[in-house]
């Protein structure tokens, strides 16, 4: 099942729209974009979402994830803290300027910490490269087993920060001239060796998806992983896509 890719379904050039996310035409135009549109794929597959879902997106960002959403289910609630003045114009942005209609998306400013939901709400609960962006995981996730219902399900994609997937990744991000995750070579080292030595991650530093894992099995019945984009090499690939189903 394919994502929707900005060049299919965007009327205008993606570099002619103005975006306060620098990372848009770097991420979903530029020459990695197969790989991150790859995440999709793996989200929207394990989600097999049907049209009379009720979807909620943690941390929409951008909205590109959205336009493979909308026209698949009856109701989506986009969420994210505001980043954007005004809050959510570049989503609104992408779906003015594509041939998806976005009546189903409502755009609702929100901390994934504390979610203004009742309790099971939602068939599906979407947070892809989200958690390792809030410093305090275990109650983001609380609060996604709390608004999912009971045989609903939560698809995570998370980035693989430990061992060699963390060599590859740094060695990108120096080449390319983005943010590192590691400011030391001793920090470096312990990511590699598989013990991030960061205990409170922000911006990816000392972020371990294991952890990830283990959060969602305390919370949910069933967690499965998958590796994204090459499955047959496991944890080598630089992200996992988990499914928890079933809320405890």
């Known amino acids: 099942m394919k994502a929707v890719r900005l060049h299919e379904c ?3 050039n993606p570099s002619e729209i103005e975006t306060e996310f620098s990372h848009l035409q770097h991420m979903y135009t530029g020459r990695l974009s197969s ?3 790859a995440r999709f794929d793996y989200a929207l597959e394990q989600a097999q979402l049907s049209k009379a879902d009720r979807v909620l997106i943690l941390g929409g960002g951008t909205g590109v994830f959205a336009l493979s959403v ?6 989506v609630q986009f969420t994210d803290i505001p980043r954007e003045t005004p809050p959510f114009s570049t989503a609104n942005k992408l779906f003015e300027h594509s041939a998806i209609e976005d009546s189903s998306v409502e755009f ?9 939901y009742k309790a099971e709400t939602f ?10 962006h809030i410093p305090n995981e275990a109650a983001a996730i609380q609060e ?22 963390e ?19 001793m920090e470096l080292l312990y990511n590699v060796i598989g013990s991030p030595s960061v205990s409170e991650p922000g911006e990816h530093r000392g972020y371990d ?22 499955p047959e090499l496991k944890g080598l690939n630089p992200t996992a896509i988990i499914t928890a189903t079933g809320t405890n």
Do not use: H, W
């Open 10 to 12: 965007l009327k205008k």
């Open 35 to 37: 790989y991150y549109y």
């Open 70 to 75: 909308a026209p698949r289910v009856d109701n």
């Open 108 to 116: 609702v400013p929100a901390d994934a910490t504390n979610l203004q």
């Open 123 to 132: 068939d599906v609960v979407f947070a892809l490269d989200v958690l390792e």
């Open 144 to 165: 996604m087993q709390r608004v999912t219902k009971s045989d609903g399900l939560a698809v995570v994609s998370a980035p693989i920060e430990v061992g060699i997937p």
């Open 167 to 185: 060599i590859v990744r740094e060695t990108y991000r120096f080449l390319d001239g983005n943010r590192r995750q590691t400011e030391t070579i």
């Open 209 to 230: 998806y294991r952890e990830t894992v283990r959060l969602l099995n305390e919370n949910f019945n069933e967690t499965s992983v998958k590796y994204c984009p090459f």
